[in-house]
Every structure is written in C-alpha cells, then in structure tokens.
C-alpha cells in the first residue's frame, strides 16, 4: 500500500474511532470528574499544603489496596519512586540493573542516580516488554553465579536485579520472568508507571516485584499533578522506603535527628489529596480506556499495512496509550511520514521512546542483542489515548 494511501486510511479510521478533530487531539489528557477541587480547596482552607497530612496517609493506601500490595509510600515522582525502590530493593553503586532497552529514560535516570548501571535487554513481540527468554539466553552467555550473586563475567559487575516495565500498560509475562530472576538469584523490581489498573493472570501489576515504582505524572492513567508511589508487601522495605525519602528523620516530638542521609522525596498533601480524588475514579477510568482500545481494534482490524496491538494472553491492559503497529520491515522514513501526516489532521500521534542504548549517555552500558527492540522502535506509534474520548464519537 503506498504511503500517502495508508495515512489517509489511518486517518479517515481515527475520524470514524475518535470524533473530528475540530481542535487538536492531544495523546493523552487529565480528568477531573471527581472530588479533586473540593479536597484540593479543603487542603488550603485548612493550611494542610505541604508535607505531612491525612491526604497523604489515604492516598497511600488507596494505592496500596489499588494494586493489591500491603503497602503504599507516596513520592514526588515516579522517577523517585524507581530510585528509592532499587535501593530498598538492594542496589548499591556499581551494579548492573537489567531493564528493557525499549523503555522510557527514567528507568534507566533511576540506576544511574544509585551509582550503578543499566544493563539493556531485549523485548517480546506479544507484549512489547522484556523478554523472558532473551534475558535467560542472554545471562547464559554472559553471567556467571558466584558466592556473591549473579555476576557481569564481561564486566566483573555484579548484576543484582532486573526492572520489567509495563509497556503502554500491557503486562510483562511475570511467569516466565520470575523464573529467570529464581534461577539467576535476581530480585524483580517493577517499573509500573504505565500499569496501575492492569492486570496480569487476574492479578493487579504493582504486586508481582519484590517492590514496584509508580507515577501519577499529568499523562498517566491518573495524575497527583506530578507524583509517584512505592508499593510492596514486604514491611521492612516499606519502612526503609518511607525512612529515606522523608529525610531519614527520627520520629521526635521536638529534637531535629536524622540517621542517615536521606531524600526529601515527600508527595504534598496538596497532590496528595488531587490523587485520593483520582484514585476513586481509577476502576471508571479503565473500564472507559478499554472501551476506547476495542474500538480502536475494531475499527483498524482490515486495515492494510498495520493493526492496533491488543492486550496479550491473560491479561486484562489498562490501555494507557494505544498503539498502532506498522507492518514488519517498515522503515522510520515511512513511519515519520505517518507521523507528520496524522499530528497535520489534528491527532496528536508520537513514536515509541528511542533505544536506551542509543542515547550517548548509556553509550557505555552492558546491552544484550535487541532484534525485536530495534524493529519495534521503527513500527510503533502511539495515538490518541484520553479515557474521555470513548465517548466521544
Ligand atoms: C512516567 C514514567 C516514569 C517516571 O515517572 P515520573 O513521574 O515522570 O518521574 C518511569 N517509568 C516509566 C516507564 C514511565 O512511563
């Protein structure tokens, strides 16, 4: 199919999914729809803005019950929330983390603000996360089990843990994942910044790590303005968690003692309390993305030159941001084009992130062959994913 045929056909199915777009369609915006102004209003009649407050304590365990862990530690990013989870998680300077090359950069930010280095892997087709079998391969090749835990024989690094990341919300098949991690003695620290509402093999994404980060940045499927959480089941880790990032300061009535260097990582309770009243709203929200997603699969099923990816086997995706899949072997000269042509009709399109390994940055770091990353980084691009535009139409 030529190109200028395959833009005007994506296009005119977009018109018929998402509505006209009589202003530009962004990729992916808030709601609020819930109680957002009146807590947000209660926090500053009250002079409760900052630090501490009981928004706080209830939006970590809203998060907590929301992914099915014990507990929940609000911070100021997902960024954050990454770091501190690989430190609690065990992460010291000078360690390999295995994470996907095809991921967003603050995985990878996350490591390198331990000290310690990312370690690239590659990504399964039918899920667009790591894959289980490629890291396995991979490891046999280049690992070696010592007494001190799985090491770099390339590097002499040790690697002491691995970061699936839940692309666009579509689980990572933890089965086939947690083998490795047993067999390699790694612990599985989830990068769920895309996953909160997904569910894999009936169970929510978040409760699969030993520990997992989150986001509520403004794009995620809800947002605390900016925000991220830490959750886990393991209580010693929840502890450390909310010990580090809340200055490592010793529960006093008066006296300022401190026990280690710690992080000021604190969630306001202003954002905290934005994010209880979107926490209410995250089972409505789902339910609208994938009603948005089968639509999308619906309406793109016939279309030459390529489909909508669907959620993989057992899962049940939030659908963070749906996805078009261009035809295999296409090249990034054709997929710009596509990309040119649909943000002129007024759809904010965008492409999948680049490699991390091709970011001059992460130029040095370990990196496993990527023959589906790489081919997936020149066929994927996002499209409008908004949960109010299910109803649009
Ligand atoms: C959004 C996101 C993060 C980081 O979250 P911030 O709140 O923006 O710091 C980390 N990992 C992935 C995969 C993300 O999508």
């Not at 977009?14 to 202003?23: E, K, M, N, P, W």
């Not at 960024?79 to 010291?92: I, K, N, S």
């Not at 003692?257 to 000021?264: A, F, M, S, V």
Request: glycine letters at 10%; a negative charge; proline letters at 5%.
């Amino acid at each position: 199919m030529p190109r200028t045929a395959l833009l005007h056909d994506v296009v005119a199915r977009l018109r018929h999914v998402i509505g006209a777009a009589d202003s530009f369609i962004p990729l992916h915006a808030p709601e609020f729809l819930g109680s957002e102004r009146e807590l947000v209003t209660q926090c500053i009649d009250t002079g409760w803005v900052s630090s501490v407050g009981s928004f706080v304590d209830q939006f970590e365990r809203d998060v907590a019950a929301a992914c099915g862990t014990a507990f929940g530690v609000a911070v100021v990013n997902g960024t954050a929330a990454l770091e501190v989870a690989m430190r609690v998680a065990g992460v010291v300077a000078g360690d390999e983390v295995l994470m996907p090359a095809l991921t967003f950069v603050a995985t990878a930010n996350a490591a390198y603000h331990l000290g310690a280095v990312p370690h690239f892997i590659d990504s399964a087709p039918d899920t667009l996360g790591v894959d289980p079998g490629a890291l396995r391969a991979h490891l046999l090749r280049i690992g070696r089990v010592g007494p001190d835990g799985l090491i770099n024989a390339e590097t002499g690094r040790r690697i002491s843990c691995v970061v699936p990341m839940h692309v666009f919300g579509h689980p990572v098949d933890m089965e086939g994942l947690a083998a490795v991690a047993e067999e390699f003695g790694l612990v599985i620290v989830e990068d769920a910044a895309e996953g909160l509402g997904s569910l894999w093999q009936g169970r929510q994404l978040g409760s699969f790590g030993t520990v997992a980060a989150l986001s509520f940045n403004g794009n995620k499927i809800v947002t605390t303005g900016g925000g991220g959480a830490i959750v886990t089941n393991n209580e010693s880790m929840a502890r450390r968690a909310k010990h580090l990032t809340t200055t490592a300061k010793v529960p006093h009535r008066w006296a300022f003692d401190h026990d280690e260097c710690g992080y000021n990582y604190r969630l306001p309770n202003l954002n905290a309390a934005l994010g209880v009243a979107q926490m209410a709203q995250l089972g409505d929200r789902v339910a609208k993305k994938r009603r948005l997603a089968q639509r999308y699969i619906d309406r793109f099923a016939d279309l030459n030159g390529a489909n909508i990816f669907a959620e993989p086997k057992g899962a049940q995706s939030n659908y963070w941001l749906n996805t078009l899949i261009l035809a295999p072997g296409t090249d990034e000269t054709t997929r710009d084009q596509l990309l040119d042509g649909i943000n002129a009709a007024g759809y904010m399109a965008r492409p999948i992130w680049s490699l991390m390994p091709s970011l001059p940055f992460n130029a040095h770091c370990p990196c496993a062959p990527l023959p589906v990353a790489e081919d997936l980084e020149r066929r994927i691009i996002n499209l409008p994913s908004s949960a109010m535009l299910a109803d649009r139409a």
